[in-house]
C-alpha cells in the first residue's frame, strides 16, 4: 500500500549543502552566514558534524535561522542534532517534520564554545551540513 503522506522527490532534486566553523578560542560565539544558491527551494534536513567529536558533544550550543525563522533556538545543544558515523546515513539528519522553504537563502549560525571539564579546549572545527530539495523548474 502507498503512502499518500509522502511526497516523493527525484534524486535529482535532492542536493547537499555545507559550511564550516572553525573554533579556535575557548569560550566563544561564533556567527556564520550562508547564502544558498537560487536553485534551492527546501531545507529537509540538518546535520552537524565534527573533527573533535567530544568537543562539540560536551562544549557547544548553537543557534540556526533560515530566512529569518528560527530553526533551532540560542542555547541548544549541539549534541541533539549531531550523530556518530555509525548511524545509517539516511538517519542522520535532524528534521523537522514538514521542508523548511529558503525564502531569501540565507543560513545563520551562531555556534556557542563553553568550558566543560571533562573536555579540555583544543581548536576543532564543525561543519553545519543542510539536506537541500532543488526548486521545481
Known amino acids: 500500500m502507498e503512502n499518500t503522506n509522502q511526497k516523493g522527490t527525484p534524486i535529482t532534486g535532492l542536493i547537499f549543502k555545507w559550511f564550516d566553523i572553525n573554533v579556535t578560542e575557548a569560550d566563544k560565539t561564533y556567527s556564520v552566514s550562508y547564502e544558498l544558491d537560487k536553485t534551492i527551494g527546501y531545507i529537509t534536513g540538518i546535520d552537524f558534524t565534527t573533527n573533535r567529536d567530544k568537543l562539540m ?3 557547544g550550543t548553537h543557534k ?4 529569518r525563522f528560527e530553526v533551532f533556538p540560542e542555547g541548544f545543544p549541539t549534541k541533539k542534532v549531531y550523530h556518530l558515523p ?4 539516511h538517519k542522520r539528519f535532524y528534521r523537522r517534520g514538514d521542508r523548511i522553504p ?9 555556534y556557542k564554545d563553553t ?3 571533562t573536555a579540555p579546549f583544543e581548536p576543532y572545527s564543525i561543519r553545519v551540513v543542510l539536506d537541500c530539495e532543488l526548486k521545481d523548474n
Open 57 to 59: 558533544y560536551q562544549r
Open 86 to 89: 555509525d548511524v545509517e546515513a
Open 115 to 117: 568550558s566543560d571539564a
Open 102 to 110: 529558503v525564502g531569501n537563502g540565507i543560513v545563520k549560525v551562531e
Open 64 to 67: 540556526l535561522e533560515v530566512n
